[in-house]
């Protein structure tokens, strides 16, 4: 009920933005996770060219979020975002009835560019239409977005057993109802002319000292966060001997943000500054990553005989997959919040597409090091990995905390900042 009040008390921009996270998330996670076996078994592709399907559709997602933010800042969050889920819903309607590789690429840079597009672009929509409750807004989006990631494997399990068009055509339909649904409820938000060039625009921000150091201290954030797909998974498979673990990974970690997240930022938001929510947050994250080292070296990697006894095998994983999400609830809305701070307001799609380019890079080095770090490790040092994890939520929390300490953090004011707590919750 506090969830749904909470929900209420926002304009109708808001609520129909979050929805617009859910159907999302569900879109894409019924259908991409199937993707590569639809490739591979179905259409008889070469491994090498599933990676390059696959890969292009990450490329041409991670690589243009920056025109994705300027495209926001200059032409309008809202016609962005409608732009971007009517790209996905074509994307998604090619790969159900392409099979050539040519369709296949077109198919995949579609709907990475679509992604480029409304990523940002909802992003600063919302922290321009939620005000001075970003953080509760974001905190929300993080709900909405995990029930989306958990439906949409499930939706698309059942999907796929009938056939992967099918899958396919459900997530273009879904895609194509938001398309509509922004364009009827979405209000229509005045652009001012911009006075300077896009090169200008994007000089500003990656010159922007405050924001790029504010980004490089959370390298862990976006390197730990992606853990819930490598370390969690393999270690899963690793104490338990069944892939069917990994699933409740994703249970455990979903449940804990649907009954915790509004509460902890509620909690903290006029308790702590938002720097110390942040650092505690990436601290967290790190820290969880103790369990699986200790188990790593306490249990050996045999199947477990019984259901009993890969419980007790996995425990030690969904206390980190626990921890990693109530670290990744302490600190993500707070620099969702943070972000569109550093700069002007009719900049604030270009730092959230710079942070997201930032962020997959990040992303992407963290798991190359992280997966050569297990392959050098192997059965000899089986803790090596959690314990690198440990160590870049460690490093990553302490800078954030040293960020916060200089003034570092947020825009700079003279009277009151964001770092400050802030005055109660306004809620009908």
Known sequence: MRTWRLIRSFPLAVQVLLVNQLGVNTGFYLLIPYLAGYLGQDLGVSTALVGVILGVR?????????????????????????????????????????????????????????GALFNPAVRAYLAQEAGDRRAEAFALF????????????????????VGFQLSALVAAVIFALLTVA????????????PTTSVLTDWRAVVTDRRFLAFTGALTGLFALQNQFYLVLPMQAVRLTGSSGAVAVIFLVATVASLALQVRITELVQHRWSRGRSIATGLALMGGGFLATALAATAVPPTPAPDVWAATGRL??????????????????????ELIPSFGRRELSGTYFGVFYVVSGV???????????????????????????????????????????????????????????????????
């Open 182 to 193: 922004q364009v009827v409820v979405l209000p229509v938000r005045r652009v001012d002319r």
């Open 142 to 161: 993080n709900v909405f977005a995990n029930i989306g990631a958990l439906l949409g494997p499930l939706l698309g399990s059942a999907l796929i057993a």
């Open 58 to 114: 990450n490329l041409s997602q991670q690589g243009l979020f920056l025109l994705g933010g300027s495209a926001s800042d200059r032409l309008g969050a809202r016609g962005v975002i409608v732009a971007g889920c009517a790209l996905r819903a074509l994307g998604f309607g090619l790969f159900a009835f392409g099979t050539s590789v040519s369709v296949l690429l077109l198919a995949s840079v579609l709907s990475g560019l679509a």
């Open 362 to 428: 990040t992303a992407a080095a963290g798991n190359a090091l992280i997966g050569w770090l297990t392959d050098l490790a192997g059965d000899q040092w089986p803790w090596l990995p959690s314990a690198l994890c440990v160590l870049i939520g460690g490093c990553s929390a302490l800078a954030v905390f040293a960020l916060d300490r200089r003034g570092g953090i947020g825009a700079e004011k003279t009277g009151e900042s964001l770092c400050a707590p802030t005055s109660s919750v306004r809620t009908s």
């Open 315 to 336: 425990a030690p994983v969904l206390i980190t997959a626990f921890v990693l999400a109530l670290g990744v609830m302490l600190a993500q809305p707070f620099v969702y």
